[in-house]
Structure formats: structure tokens, C-alpha cells
């Protein structure tokens, strides 16, 4: 069974410009989860969807946005790129967005954006 | 509000046990998990526990759940070189079904 899958895994963007970032969840998974991790904040949650829903977002400006699609695939975008967005854009995705028995949330490996 | 803490750094002989603490401030966490995290890769889901358990086993892996202080741990028993990363420790609220906040991280080193 193939993982959370997230592409690119490396990119580099100019200041001002806007980037994407994708992810597929694992086969069945209908919730995905965004994170940011930066040595100086750690892992903040960004958004969750389910169902092509927005459940719940984070304290972000709103230059970052995503979206869910009928596959459940999902996709970030972060416009009008400013250096401190430098950070590693986690995906993660459960089965479920809800509380049950096990509700594992599994993470891919991330998309190394750098600022420059 | 919600709140995570790790200590940043463990250091153990390989062989020994490691014992990584974290303590959380969300009365209504639901699942508590711990995450491995090696050098440039993503987060690896080691185990998680529900917050009506109180201990869990798997392997060499041992999570103790101690809700009234909120405090949990995790025991790596017989460490090992390549357990050599950064744990983090995760909570998910009630509110927040899939939605984790997480601690610093503890960066534990394994010496031969």
C-alpha cells in the first residue's frame, strides 16, 4: 500500500512569486492535514480537509490556502512568497476526521521550500 | 490554550533504555501519539494511545499514559544506533479530530 505521496520534494521560488504543493493520501484516506515545520516554530497545523471540506485552519495569513479534490487528493498554495516561508510543507492523512478506534494520521515526506 | 512540552536533548548508551517524557495542557486530548523524525525525511508514526488507556506495548516500544498529570512518556527499550533521531510527541483534541500540536521535539543520540 503506497504512502502519503507529496511532490515536488524540493523547490526554490523568489520572493513575491506563488508556489504549489501537492499531495496524495494513502488509498482510502479521506482526511489531509497540512503542516509547516521551520527550526524556530516547529510543527504548526496549517488546514485539514475532508470530504473537499476546510474543517479547521490554522493561525496563517490568508496567502496560504488549499483545497481538497474529489480523489481526495489535495493541494496548498502559498502566494506572494516571503522568506520566512521557508520551511518544510508537511501532508498528512487519516481514514477519518473524527474520534474512533485508532484514527492513525500518517505524514509523507515533505516538500522542502526554500525563500531566496 | 494547547500546549506541548519535550525536553530538547536524550543521550543513552546503545543497549540502554531511553525514556522520553512530554507533558500537555489539553484536558480534552483524545489520542496521543509520538512520531520519529530522521534527518531530511518526513514524520514516521511509531504508536499512539488513546487517553482512556494508561500503558501500551508494542515491541520494543512502551508508552505510559498518566492522564491526571498529563504527563506521557515513551520507553525504547535496548536503543539502538539507528534510533538516533527526533521524537516528537502529538496531541489531538476532541475539537480537532485530525489536527495535531505538537511538541519541540527531543533529539535523542545513541553512542556505541
Known amino acids: 500500500k503506497a504512502g502519503v505521496t507529496q511532490t515536488p520534494r524540493y523547490l526554490i521560488k523568489t520572493r513575491g512569486q506563488q508556489v504549489t504543493l501537492s499531495c496524495s493520501p494513502i488509498?482510502?484516506?479521506?482526511?489531509v492535514s497540512w503542516y509547516q515545520q521551520t527550526p524556530g516554530q516547529g510543527l504548526q497545523f496549517l488546514f485539514e480537509?475532508?470530504?473537499?471540506?476546510?474543517?479547521n485552519k490554522g493561525n496563517f495569513p490568508g496567502r496560504f490556502s488549499g483545497r481538497q479534490f474529489s480523489n481526495s487528493r489535495s493541494e496548498m498554495n502559498v502566494s506572494t512568497l516571503e522568506l520566512g516561508d521557508s520551511a518544510l510543507y508537511l501532508c498528512?492523512?487519516?481514514?477519518?476526521?473524527?474520534?474512533?478506534?485508532?484514527?492513525?494520521?500518517?505524514f509523507g515526506e515533505g516538500s522542502w521550500l526554500t525563500v531566496v | 490554550g494547547e500546549d506541548v512540552e519535550q525536553s530538547l536533548f536524550l543521550s543513552v548508551r546503545e543497549g540502554d533504555s531511553s525514556v522520553i517524557n512530554c507533558t500537555y495542557t489539553?484536558?480534552?486530548?483524545?489520542?496521543l501519539y509520538w512520531y520519529k523524525q530522521e534527518p531530511g525525511a518526513g514524520l514516521q508514526l511509531l504508536t499512539y494511545?488513546?487517553?482512556?488507556?494508561d500503558m501500551k506495548q508494542d515491541q520494543r516500544l512502551t508508552v505510559l499514559l498518566n492522564k491526571k498529570d498529563k504527563h506521557l512518556s515513551l520507553r525504547i527499550a535496548d536503543t539502538q544506533t539507528g534510533d538516533s533521531a527526533i521524537y516528537f510527541c502529538?496531541?489531538?483534541?476532541?475539537?480537532?479530530?485530525?489536527?495535531?500540536?505538537f511538541g519541540k521535539g527531543t533529539m535523542l543520540l545513541v553512542s556505541p
Open positions: 498528512a492523512s487519516s481514514l477519518e476526521s473524527g474520534p474512533s478506534s485508532g484514527n492513525t494520521i500518517y
Open positions: 488509498s482510502g484516506h479521506r482526511s
Open positions: 480537509y475532508f470530504s473537499e471540506t476546510q474543517r
Open positions: 489539553d484536558s480534552s486530548s483524545t489520542y
Open positions: 494511545i488513546f487517553s482512556n488507556m
Open positions: 502529538a496531541e489531538s483534541s476532541f475539537s480537532g479530530y485530525s489536527t495535531l500540536t
